[in-house]
């Protein structure tokens, strides 16, 4: 697992022209994966290999939309013989695209190439709460909008930077709050993620989604 502190200096590595793209990458991450029958997770997997990518400095040397194909290609595990229809989906050329993704491979290391984002999180929460987090209706009346906003929290800035696991739990705490589910945070809950609803550590980032849930 990644630290904290290494999620926290993220932010500050990623080169600003990247900052500036990366909406535009994130939304192509996301409609990729629906392209290719690929799991919500997985896109925002990939998004969250990216940044970390960003973060090394391979972002001075290869061009955005190849860095995101290329996380797409690992989180996605696939074929390395036959990478032309990601290719084709963000518009770069197949054998650049093989070579960005050894460049990542070797400058993360191949532990570190297993993303797990706070899409992945969230929905694992939801099961073991006992929630069937694809139906929506069903959801809903656990989480709020929880599932329905995590692609606007994957865009925005002010998250970045943040540990997964707190992202989850900031995004179901501020969603049930915002949906009138109350207790927001019951004890079930605290027991199931470690937090209690007054951790400090947790307010900012409430406060963060809160004000991007209110946007939607």
């Not at 194909?69 to 093989?98: E, K, R, Y």
């Not at 079930?188 to 849930?213: D, R, S, W």
Request: hydrophobic letters at 55%; charged letters at 10%; aromatic letters at 2%.
């Amino acid at each position: 697992m990644i630290s904290a502190v290494l999620f926290v200096a993220c932010l500050q590595n990623i080169p600003q022209a990247l900052l500036v793209q990366r909406g535009e990458l994130v939304q192509l991450l996301l409609h990729s994966a629906s392209c290719l029958g690929l799991s919500a997770e997985l896109a925002h997997d990939a998004i969250q290999l990216m940044d970390r990518a960003s973060a090394t400095g391979l972002a001075t040397s290869i061009a955005g939309r190849l860095l995101a194909a290329a996380c797409m290609h690992i989180v996605a595990q696939q074929d390395p013989t036959g990478p032309s229809l990601l290719a084709v989906l963000f518009q770069v050329a197949p054998q650049q695209l093989l070579i960005a993704v050894t460049a990542v491979r070797q400058v993360l290391g191949s532990s570190s190439c297993i993303a797990v984002s706070a899409m992945r999180v969230l929905r694992l929460l939801l099961e073991r709460l006992g929630v069937e987090s694809h139906d929506a209706t069903t959801s809903s009346h656990v989480c709020g909008q929880a599932l329905s906003v995590m692609s606007k929290i994957a865009m925005s800035p002010l998250l970045l930077g943040c540990p997964p696991s707190v992202v989850a739990v900031a995004v179901l705490y501020a969603c049930r709050m915002a949906a009138g589910l109350l207790p927001a945070w019951p004890v079930t809950l605290v027991t199931l993620t470690g937090y209690a609803e007054t951790n400090a550590m947790l307010q900012p980032y409430i406060k963060a989604v809160l004000q991007l849930v209110l946007e939607v």
